[in-house]
């Protein structure tokens, strides 16, 4: 149970597991609807900082499409915040991994980069944008809705840069009874408050690594704050030699018991997966 919850409230339950970096998977109960959030899998460099060996179904391009063929949701969606390497490295070879498997896979992201800058990227790897990306291969673009499956999707803004000159952006994820921000790539900046306040995400999900390129641990519990979640999770840490290392985790979790003690948070390694007790969607 989270903090500052009725008892009689309405619980939905949702896996979340970190693949290092700011790569993450939302999954609910019985594998029936999977999320990636961004797709920088196998070569994710996410799990060396924190002395942990990369799991077998994470290695490789074949052993993660033969892990989420085996695990049979009814639809996995990939979405995309913007594309640094860090964060789109996988995605051509993923989609067109899972598409070629016969998995009901759909992919999001902002409508610059699924129509236009990544045209040729598409045709490159094989894959016909306009079966896998939502809004028949339109995207989305800021305010946009999607759906696929039983989860549907906002587009929010993001503080951050981008290669080729789209916006990044942030999600607005609704699955499983609940609903998740997912803020990419991005500084804390004021319309966070104002998200929070459109959307009531229950579950918030922070980059936390700072130095160069996006706000440190301190800075994502203030965000998580000023939004009003219920639960925060910091992710994007210790994956590169110029952010803040595995104790990003530890620094975040500080500085939210000051700042909003009500909020509950949850803590990650690379590779582990944490079944969360969230509150529903309002």
Same mark, same amino acid.
């Given at each position: /149970?989270?903090? &500052?919850?009725? #008892? @009689? $409230?309405?619980?939905?339950? =949702? ?124 995207? /989305?673009?800021? &305010?946009?809705? #999607? @759906? $696929?499956?039983?989860?549907? =999707? ?129």
């Amino acid at each position: /149970m989270l903090a &500052g919850r009725p #008892a @009689s $409230a309405a619980m939905s339950s =949702l896996s979340m597991r970190w693949y290092g970096g700011g790569v993450y998977e939302l999954a609910t109960p019985g594998d029936e609807q999977i999320t990636l959030v961004d797709a920088w899998i196998w070569n994710n460099t996410g799990f060396k900082a924190f002395g942990i060996e990369k799991p077998p179904e994470l290695s490789s391009a074949a052993n993660y499409v033969a892990h989420i063929a085996a695990r049979k949701p009814k639809s996995i969606v990939v979405l995309l915040t913007h594309d640094h390497g860090d964060h789109s490295g996988d995605y051509f070879e993923l989609l067109k991994g899972l598409s070629e498997a016969g998995l009901p896979v759909k992919s999001a992201g902002h409508a610059e980069l699924m129509r236009a800058a990544f045209l040729p990227k598409f045709k490159e790897a094989g894959i016909d944008p306009t079966k896998i990306v939502v809004n028949n291969g339109q995207g /989305m673009n800021f &305010g946009g809705a #999607a @759906s $696929a499956g039983a989860v549907n =999707l906002r587009l929010v803004p993001a503080v951050h840069s981008n290669v080729v000159g789209a916006p990044p952006a942030g999600f607005i994820i609704d699955m499983g009874g609940t609903r998740i921000y997912a803020a990419g790539d991005t500084d804390e900046f004021g319309d966070m408050a104002f998200i929070g306040k459109r959307y009531k995400p229950v579950l918030g999900v922070y980059c936390a690594g700072g130095g160069p390129y996006t706000m440190n641990p301190e800075d994502a519990a203030d965000a998580a704050r000023m939004m009003g979640v219920q639960h925060a999770v910091p992710v994007h840490y210790g994956h590169n030699p110029l952010i803040v290392g595995p104790e990003a985790g530890a620094r975040f979790k500080t500085a939210l018991a000051k700042v909003a003690p009500s909020i509950g948070s949850t803590i990650f390694v690379p590779g582990q997966r944490v079944t969360l007790s969230l509150p529903a969607a309002t």
